[in-house]
Structures are given as structure tokens and as C-alpha cells.
């Protein structure tokens, strides 16, 4: 079955930037949509972003809209995240995760979405 693996993560000053990877093998994500979550110690994981399966559609969680944005590349079968503007409240371990069906929206429900790899923490200093 699929295998994510996601990377890019780091320490990074208040107001900068990262670009986060999720790679997938085993099988192809064309016709699935695609979710970013992050997790923080103590904390429940929460919905960061999604994009359908042709990348049309995308949407993201209140706390991120207008600093992160999400793209994929399905002749690669990579997912980014982009990450601007960042604060501390955006340290966590970042996630991607597989819709349940293809060429399904499921939006932010944490819930659709198959969790894989072991994530790649980003840290946001002041």
C-alpha cells in the first residue's frame, strides 16, 4: 500500500518561511485529494490543508489561510506545503495524509484521511 514520507521541516525564525515535501511510493495519489495535518505535544493533530485530486480545490484551516499554501505535482507524486510568515504557534510535527476514496472532497475532516510516515517536525522561534 501507499508509503508518505514527508520532509523539509526545521528551526526557523519568526516570520520566515519553509517549503514542506510529502513523497509517496507503492502506489499512485493522482486520484486522490491530499491533506496536510500538524500535531503539537499534548495537543489534538489538526486539519492544515487539502487539494483535490487535479489540484483544483483547495482549502485550508483558518489559523494558516493566506500564509500557507498547498500544490502538487502528480507526475511526481509529491505534495508541498508552503509556509510563510510563520510563528510559534505553528511549531508542531507536520503530516500528510491520503483521502479514503478517489476523486472524493473531503475537506478539513480529519477523519477521510489515511495518516502515513512519521511526519517532520518544524520548530518556530521568536
Known amino acids: 500500500q501507499v508509503q508518505l514520507v514527508e520532509s523539509g521541516g526545521g528551526l526557523v525564525q519568526a516570520g520566515g518561511s519553509l517549503r514542506l515535501s510529502c513523497a509517496a511510493s507503492g502506489r499512485t495519489i493522482s486520484s486522490y485529494s491530499m491533506g496536510w495535518f500538524r500535531q503539537a505535544p499534548g495537543k489534538e493533530r489538526e486539519f492544515v490543508a487539502t487539494i483535490s485530486w487535479t489540484g483544483g480545490r483547495t482549502d485550508y484551516a483558518a489559523s494558516v489561510k493566506g500564509r500557507f499554501t498547498i500544490s502538487r505535482d502528480n507526475a511526481g507524486n509529491l505534495v508541498y506545503l508552503r509556509m510563510d510568515r510563520l510563528t510559534p504557534e505553528d511549531t508542531a510535527v507536520y503530516y500528510c495524509?491520503?483521502?479514503?476514496?478517489?476523486?472524493?472532497?473531503?475537506?478539513?475532516?480529519?477523519?477521510?484521511?489515511?495518516?502515513w510516515g512519521q511526519g517532520t517536525q518544524v520548530t518556530v522561534s521568536s
Open positions: 495524509a491520503v483521502g479514503l476514496a478517489r476523486n472524493t472532497w473531503y475537506g478539513g475532516n480529519p477523519r477521510a484521511y489515511n495518516y
